[in-house]
């Protein structure tokens, strides 16, 4: 199987900073005082800001009670400047394009009434067409993925918008790609195994555990190492993770890749907690349904935002406490979106379908009206905190790589918004207004 002629992901943290625990924040933080003894005065600490999807402006200010950044900070979130520094740069200075005013609504879709989210430009339609296109490529003819009846439905995700929109700082299409193919697989398994395309409850824990090993590869004896090979053909969605995770694997570095796989793992125990739910016909209270989509969300996503922008968060520093938090809460809202949007969907589909909303009005004895209200305020809390925690980490941990990952996690989360907000094909809004 051809490879991405991609390049080997490349970290511009100083090799001092890719050490353990505290020598790595004690780095970072003396390099912020280099940095600002070189470049002059400390500029003054920024206002809230919304964190653009294709601009890197500053992180929004911190909550009462975080952390205050230093300073200098301003500077050193906004990235390196000087000779030879362009490039590691999300967009050039020079190129950088206004953020875009906030809208109502689109002719591609209205947002949902009160959400809080932050409005992108609109995802570069080269880029949109190209992707489009090498990841049906790659459904047809290497995975063999989908029969001919489910083309539609492919083509309606628009994958290749989602994709774009939500990394606008991969340096290239091959790189996109790497997102696009594991996001096509994820969907996969997650409609033949659980839910629209023959997806049951019944039997899902051994299909995801044989899944599995097609991201987490089985080492056994010579004679049964064939069976297993041999079955990472046997449906669609092992062959997709399959083949996405190859690709994923020799542009990653192992840290990032083996980060993928412990989220992968969290994302399956998400499905089981969901699917025993379903066995027994019982609907879990807010918290423990909350509790499921932590691992049941969009997570693995975000996550590798590193490897798609074509550099690396160097694996103590994805691991510290405070980013685990952050990309936490970005899989927790992000998927806040989705009950919201796909709500009307899931009312028409089979059976009773769990979704935020479905919970709160269950469990809280709401109207399906207020619930659904309800479950917007929830997600707006769950934005704030992100923002409020990402720019917390951003002032203890002042590494240019850190507030750039933290930028590509918010591109991703607004990104990911856009699609929903845009994709009429799949969604549309209950008439709760």
């Known amino acids: ?3 991405p002629e991609l390049p080997p992901p490349q970290s511009s943290l100083p090799e001092t900073a890719a050490h353990f625990g505290a020598h790595v924040l004690a780095s970072a933080a003396a390099r912020a005082r280099d940095i600002t003894a070189a470049t002059g005065g400390p500029p003054s600490v920024p206002a809230p800001h919304p964190i653009s999807a294709s601009v890197p402006p500053p992180l929004p200010a911190p909550a009462a009670g975080s952390p205050v950044p230093g300073a200098g900070l301003e500077r050193i979130l906004r990235g390196p400047s000087g000779l030879g520094t362009a490039g590691l740069r999300l967009v050039p200075r020079e190129e ?5 005013a906030p809208q109502a609504g689109t002719p591609e879709g209205k947002p949902v009434p009160g959400l809080y989210h932050h409005p992108v ?19 047809l003819d290497e995975v063999a993925l989908y029969p001919d009846d489910w083309e539609e439905q492919f083509d309606g995700f628009s994958v290749g918008r989602y994709m774009v929109g939500c990394h606008p700082d991969a340096p290239t299409v091959d790189h996109l790609m790497l997102a696009t193919r594991l996001m096509v697989a994820e969907n996969a398994v997650d409609d033949c195994y659980c839910e629209d395309h023959g997806g049951s409850p019944i039997g899902l824990g051994e299909r995801l555990l044989l899944a599995h090993t097609a991201l987490d ?10 069976h297993w090979a041999k079955s ?7 062959r997709a993770y399959r083949s996405a995770m190859e690709y994923f694997v020799r542009a990653a570095s192992p840290s990032q890749a083996d980060r993928l796989r412990h989220d992968m793992a969290r994302l399956h125990l998400g499905y089981l907690a969901e699917a025993a739910w379903a066995q027994l016909d019982h609907v879990p209270e807010v918290w423990e349904y909350l509790a499921m989509r932590q691992f049941n969300n969009f997570r693995p996503c975000p996550t590798i935002t590193d490897t798609v922008g074509g550099y690396e968060l160097p694996a103590d520093l994805h691991a510290q406490a405070g980013m685990q938090k952050v990309i936490a809460l970005a899989g927790n809202a992000t998927t806040i979106v989705n009950d919201l949007y796909s709500y009307t969907k899931e009312l028409d589909s089979p059976g ?11 469990r809280e004895g709401l109207s399906d009206r207020d619930a659904y209200l309800k479950s917007v305020e929830v997600h707006n809390d769950l934005m704030h905190d992100f923002e409020s925690e990402s720019a917390a980490l951003a002032a203890e941990c002042p590494a240019p790589q850190v507030s750039r990952f933290l930028r590509g996690v918010a591109a991703w989360v607004d990104g990911n918004h856009a699609w929903h907000q845009s994709n009429t094909y799949r969604y549309s809004l209950p008439d709760f207004w």
């Open 1 to 3: 199987m051809p490879a």
């Open 217 to 226: 590869p089985l080492h056994t004896t010579q004679e049964y190492q064939p």
């Open 232 to 238: 990472l053909h046997a449906d669609a969605p092992r």
């Open 121 to 139: 430009p609109e995802p570069d339609p080269v880029r949109v067409e190209e992707v489009s296109r090498k990841i049906k490529a790659w459904a």
């Open 352 to 362: 009773q379908h769990l979704n935020l909303p479905v919970v709160i009005a269950e």
């Open 96 to 100: 950088a394009p206004a953020s875009p």
